[in-house]
Protein backbone atom coordinates (compact mmCIF):
# COMPACT_ATOMS: atom_id res chain seq x y z
CA UNK A 1 0.00 0.00 0.00
CA UNK A 2 0.87 3.23 -0.84
CA UNK A 3 1.38 5.80 2.45
CA UNK A 4 1.50 9.07 0.70
CA UNK A 5 -0.32 8.87 -2.76
CA UNK A 6 -1.32 12.04 -4.75
CA UNK A 7 -3.21 12.47 -7.92
CA UNK A 8 -2.84 13.09 -10.57
CA UNK A 9 0.84 11.94 -11.38
CA UNK A 10 0.69 14.60 -14.54
CA UNK A 11 -1.76 17.91 -14.88
CA UNK A 12 -1.33 19.65 -18.07
CA UNK A 13 -3.65 22.40 -18.29
CA UNK A 14 -4.27 25.67 -19.98
CA UNK A 15 -3.22 29.79 -18.13
CA UNK A 16 -6.36 31.00 -16.46
CA UNK A 17 -7.54 27.18 -15.49
CA UNK A 18 -8.39 26.20 -12.00
CA UNK A 19 -6.77 22.73 -11.03
CA UNK A 20 -6.57 21.01 -8.00
CA UNK A 21 -4.37 18.18 -6.57
CA UNK A 22 -5.31 15.18 -3.89
CA UNK A 23 -3.47 13.66 -1.54
CA UNK A 24 -4.01 10.74 1.51
CA UNK A 25 -2.19 9.12 3.65
CA UNK A 26 -2.57 6.12 5.51
CA UNK A 27 0.39 6.18 7.90
CA UNK A 28 -1.65 7.60 11.09
CA UNK A 29 -0.07 10.73 10.68
CA UNK A 30 -1.00 13.68 12.50
CA UNK A 31 0.55 16.87 10.00
CA UNK A 32 0.46 17.17 6.23
CA UNK A 33 2.60 19.14 3.84
CA UNK A 34 2.30 20.88 0.40
CA UNK A 35 5.88 21.53 -0.87
CA UNK A 36 6.16 23.07 -4.83
CA UNK A 37 9.49 21.65 -6.18
CA UNK A 38 10.85 24.27 -9.21
CA UNK A 39 12.83 23.10 -12.45
CA UNK A 40 15.99 23.43 -10.30
CA UNK A 41 15.34 20.97 -7.81
CA UNK A 42 14.79 23.82 -4.65
CA UNK A 43 11.88 22.30 -2.84
CA UNK A 44 9.92 24.97 -1.02
CA UNK A 45 7.33 24.95 1.62
CA UNK A 46 4.27 26.02 0.97
CA UNK A 47 1.70 25.03 3.45
CA UNK A 48 1.39 22.47 6.81
CA UNK A 49 -1.79 20.95 8.70
CA UNK A 50 -1.83 19.36 11.81
CA UNK A 51 -5.33 17.72 12.30
CA UNK A 52 -7.31 19.82 10.05
CA UNK A 53 -5.37 22.99 11.36
CA UNK A 54 -3.14 25.01 8.81
CA UNK A 55 0.21 25.86 11.12
CA UNK A 56 2.45 26.96 8.55
CA UNK A 57 1.15 29.07 5.58
CA UNK A 58 4.67 30.39 3.72
CA UNK A 59 4.32 33.60 1.08
CA UNK A 60 2.04 32.12 -1.37
CA UNK A 61 -0.50 33.53 -3.81
CA UNK A 62 -3.60 33.32 -2.69
CA UNK A 63 -4.64 31.98 -5.54
CA UNK A 64 -3.46 28.85 -3.80
CA UNK A 65 -5.70 27.14 -1.25
CA UNK A 66 -5.07 24.04 0.38
CA UNK A 67 -8.21 22.34 1.83
CA UNK A 68 -7.86 19.34 4.66
CA UNK A 69 -10.99 17.34 5.47
CA UNK A 70 -9.45 15.81 7.80
CA UNK A 71 -6.22 14.44 9.10
CA UNK A 72 -5.46 11.83 6.71
CA UNK A 73 -6.05 14.56 3.41
CA UNK A 74 -4.71 17.21 2.20
CA UNK A 75 -5.58 18.61 -1.25
CA UNK A 76 -4.24 21.55 -3.09
CA UNK A 77 -6.76 23.94 -4.98
CA UNK A 78 -5.15 26.31 -7.79
CA UNK A 79 -7.22 29.01 -9.18
CA UNK A 80 -6.43 31.57 -12.07
CA UNK A 81 -3.30 28.93 -13.17
CA UNK A 82 0.08 31.08 -14.57
CA UNK A 83 3.02 29.55 -16.21
CA UNK A 84 5.00 30.39 -13.36
CA UNK A 85 3.16 27.40 -11.64
CA UNK A 86 4.30 24.66 -13.40
CA UNK A 87 6.14 22.63 -11.23
CA UNK A 88 6.10 19.55 -9.30
CA UNK A 89 4.22 19.70 -5.84
CA UNK A 90 5.03 17.35 -3.36
CA UNK A 91 2.55 15.90 -0.80
CA UNK A 92 4.27 14.78 2.72
CA UNK A 93 3.13 13.81 6.00
CA UNK A 94 5.19 13.58 9.35
CA UNK A 95 3.66 12.57 13.00
CA UNK A 96 2.39 15.92 14.81
CA UNK A 97 5.24 17.99 14.13
CA UNK A 98 4.67 20.04 17.64
CA UNK A 99 6.03 16.83 18.80
CA UNK A 100 9.52 17.77 18.03
CA UNK A 101 12.66 15.97 17.19
CA UNK A 102 11.63 12.80 15.30
CA UNK A 103 8.19 13.60 14.52
CA UNK A 104 9.09 15.54 11.41
CA UNK A 105 11.08 13.23 9.14
CA UNK A 106 8.81 13.14 6.42
CA UNK A 107 7.21 10.58 4.21
CA UNK A 108 7.04 12.45 0.72
CA UNK A 109 4.36 11.38 -2.52
CA UNK A 110 5.32 10.68 -6.02
CA UNK A 111 4.39 14.32 -7.06
CA UNK A 112 2.31 15.54 -9.00
CA UNK A 113 3.89 17.23 -12.18
CA UNK A 114 1.61 20.61 -13.44
CA UNK A 115 2.51 22.43 -16.46
CA UNK A 116 0.76 25.30 -17.82
CA UNK A 117 0.84 26.00 -21.17
CA UNK B 1 16.44 32.96 2.58
CA UNK B 2 17.61 29.16 2.20
CA UNK B 3 18.68 27.98 4.91
CA UNK B 4 21.44 24.88 3.36
CA UNK B 5 23.64 24.76 0.51
CA UNK B 6 25.18 22.16 -0.45
CA UNK B 7 28.41 21.52 -2.14
CA UNK B 8 28.96 20.13 -5.05
CA UNK B 9 25.93 20.94 -6.99
CA UNK B 10 26.88 17.65 -8.94
CA UNK B 11 29.41 14.86 -8.35
CA UNK B 12 30.47 11.91 -10.86
CA UNK B 13 32.22 9.28 -9.36
CA UNK B 14 33.02 5.68 -10.86
CA UNK B 15 31.17 2.42 -9.05
CA UNK B 16 33.10 1.05 -5.70
CA UNK B 17 33.90 4.92 -5.17
CA UNK B 18 32.91 7.00 -1.96
CA UNK B 19 31.17 9.91 -2.57
CA UNK B 20 31.05 13.02 -0.30
CA UNK B 21 28.20 15.80 -0.20
CA UNK B 22 28.15 18.91 2.50
CA UNK B 23 25.90 21.02 3.61
CA UNK B 24 26.31 24.28 5.07
CA UNK B 25 23.57 26.29 7.08
CA UNK B 26 22.98 29.53 8.75
CA UNK B 27 20.90 29.29 11.86
CA UNK B 28 20.59 26.99 14.80
CA UNK B 29 19.25 23.78 14.41
CA UNK B 30 17.37 21.18 16.50
CA UNK B 31 18.23 17.98 13.78
CA UNK B 32 19.63 17.76 10.20
CA UNK B 33 18.42 15.23 8.11
CA UNK B 34 19.30 13.59 4.64
CA UNK B 35 16.99 12.64 1.92
CA UNK B 36 17.11 10.82 -1.36
CA UNK B 37 15.46 12.08 -4.63
CA UNK B 38 15.67 9.68 -7.80
CA UNK B 39 14.51 10.78 -10.94
CA UNK B 40 10.67 11.35 -11.30
CA UNK B 41 10.37 10.59 -7.44
CA UNK B 42 9.08 11.95 -4.39
CA UNK B 43 11.90 12.66 -1.59
CA UNK B 44 12.84 9.33 0.67
CA UNK B 45 14.36 9.77 4.28
CA UNK B 46 17.82 8.58 4.74
CA UNK B 47 19.25 9.33 8.35
CA UNK B 48 18.27 12.28 10.93
CA UNK B 49 20.83 13.61 12.88
CA UNK B 50 20.72 15.38 16.40
CA UNK B 51 22.42 18.67 17.47
CA UNK B 52 23.79 16.93 20.42
CA UNK B 53 25.27 14.15 17.96
CA UNK B 54 28.15 14.30 16.03
CA UNK B 55 28.74 11.47 13.90
CA UNK B 56 25.97 8.83 12.90
CA UNK B 57 26.04 5.34 10.74
CA UNK B 58 23.43 3.53 8.77
CA UNK B 59 24.43 0.83 6.59
CA UNK B 60 26.80 2.36 3.58
CA UNK B 61 25.73 6.02 4.40
CA UNK B 62 27.92 8.35 7.43
CA UNK B 63 26.72 11.66 8.05
CA UNK B 64 28.94 14.18 10.16
CA UNK B 65 27.60 16.86 12.05
CA UNK B 66 29.57 20.11 13.33
CA UNK B 67 27.27 22.69 14.16
CA UNK B 68 29.92 24.74 15.25
CA UNK B 69 30.97 25.14 12.18
CA UNK B 70 27.08 25.16 11.05
CA UNK B 71 28.12 21.74 8.57
CA UNK B 72 27.05 18.45 7.91
CA UNK B 73 28.69 15.77 5.24
CA UNK B 74 26.75 12.84 3.92
CA UNK B 75 29.55 10.05 3.02
CA UNK B 76 28.20 7.03 0.97
CA UNK B 77 30.82 4.28 0.96
CA UNK B 78 31.13 1.67 -1.96
CA UNK B 79 28.61 3.19 -4.22
CA UNK B 80 26.62 1.26 -6.69
CA UNK B 81 24.90 2.56 -9.85
CA UNK B 82 21.80 2.35 -7.71
CA UNK B 83 23.11 5.34 -5.52
CA UNK B 84 22.44 8.07 -8.13
CA UNK B 85 19.96 10.40 -6.99
CA UNK B 86 19.65 13.94 -6.01
CA UNK B 87 20.46 14.37 -2.16
CA UNK B 88 19.15 16.94 -0.07
CA UNK B 89 20.01 18.02 3.86
CA UNK B 90 17.12 19.56 5.15
CA UNK B 91 17.10 21.23 8.35
CA UNK B 92 14.86 21.72 11.31
CA UNK B 93 14.85 24.75 13.68
CA UNK B 94 15.14 24.96 17.30
CA UNK B 95 11.76 25.87 18.07
CA UNK B 96 9.09 23.36 18.40
CA UNK B 97 6.40 22.54 15.30
CA UNK B 98 9.82 24.38 13.18
CA UNK B 99 9.25 22.78 9.68
CA UNK B 100 11.96 21.21 7.56
CA UNK B 101 14.06 23.65 5.00
CA UNK B 102 15.59 21.69 2.06
CA UNK B 103 18.77 22.72 0.52
CA UNK B 104 19.73 22.95 -2.89
CA UNK B 105 20.89 19.22 -3.05
CA UNK B 106 23.31 17.44 -4.82
CA UNK B 107 23.25 15.36 -8.34
CA UNK B 108 25.28 12.11 -7.32
CA UNK B 109 25.99 10.29 -10.87
CA UNK B 110 27.45 7.05 -9.92
CA UNK B 111 28.79 5.08 -13.52
CA UNK B 112 28.98 1.73 -13.81
Known amino acids: DTAVSQTPKYLVTQMGNDKSIKCEQN?????MYWYKQDSKKFLKIMFS???????INETVPNRFSPKSPDKAHLNLHINSLELGDSAVYFC????????????????FGAGSRLTVL | SQQGEEDPQALSIQEGENATMNCSYKTSINNLQWYRQNSGRGLVHLIL?????REKHSGRLRVTLDTSKKSSSLLITASRAADTASYFCATAGLTSGSRLTFGEGTQLTVNP
Open chain 1, 27 to 31: LGHDT
Open chain 1, 49 to 55: YNNKELI
Open chain 1, 92 to 107: ASSQDLRRGTGANVLT
Open chain 2, 49 to 53: IRSNE
